[in-house]
């Protein structure tokens, strides 16, 4: 299934996911506009084709632990595929790795690191200075506050332009 090949009724069940989580298939239905039976069906192939990559809780992480988040670009000196690689390799191991994002322009990556601790944010920065890339620079931004925290608009995504 491309996603050229979703339709509305497809657009409309990964939309309500998306804000809802997992629902009952009968909740599902009734958010999408569709009788249970049709709706699981769509839902099952949505699940299968790899559209649906799992559910999450929204957690305020802040109300459970004291943490630290720190936001991280860094530059590789050499841009071999082999270096991007090994990188991305160290950052799928560790864990207070959220995030990581590459990037075109001035920097490599962009990643979100969250610790109990500054020093153990300096752990990580540590580890990732040792593995076998060299990075040429990397700088760090602590986060202060969170402004704003979400996931993109699928409906508005998806919406066809109208001129």
Do not use: W
């Not at 506009?33 to 957690?59: F, I, M, N, Q």
């Not at 992480?61 to 050499?78: G, M, Q, R, Y």
């Not at 560790?94 to 001035?106: L, Q």
């Not at 500054?118 to 060299?134: G, H, N, P, R, Y």
Request: with cysteine; aromatic share 6%.
């Amino acid at each position: 299934m491309k996603s050229t090949s979703l339709d509305a009724a497809d657009i409309r069940i990964l939309c309500a996911l998306q804000k809802h989580g997992q629902l009952s298939k009968t909740r599902l239905a009734e958010l999408v506009g569709l009788s249970s039976t049709p709706c699981l069906a769509r839902l099952t192939r949505l699940k299968a084709a790899g559209y649906v990559r799992g559910y999450h809780a929204d957690l305020a992480l802040n109300k459970i632990v004291e943490f630290s988040k720190v936001v991280v670009t860094v530059s590789l000196k050499s841009h071999r595929k082999a270096d991007f690689e090994r990188f991305e390799a160290f950052v799928r191991q560790r864990p207070e790795i959220i995030d990581c994002v590459a990037t075109g322009g001035g920097m490599d990556y962009v990643l979100t690191v969250v610790t109990r601790t500054l020093a153990a944010f300096q752990e990580v920065v540590d580890a990732m200075l040792s593995i076998e890339v060299e990075v040429d620079r990397y700088m760090t931004y602590i986060v202060t506050r969170e402004v704003k925290s979400g996931q993109p608009d699928l409906a508005q995504l998806t919406a066809r332009r109208r001129d």
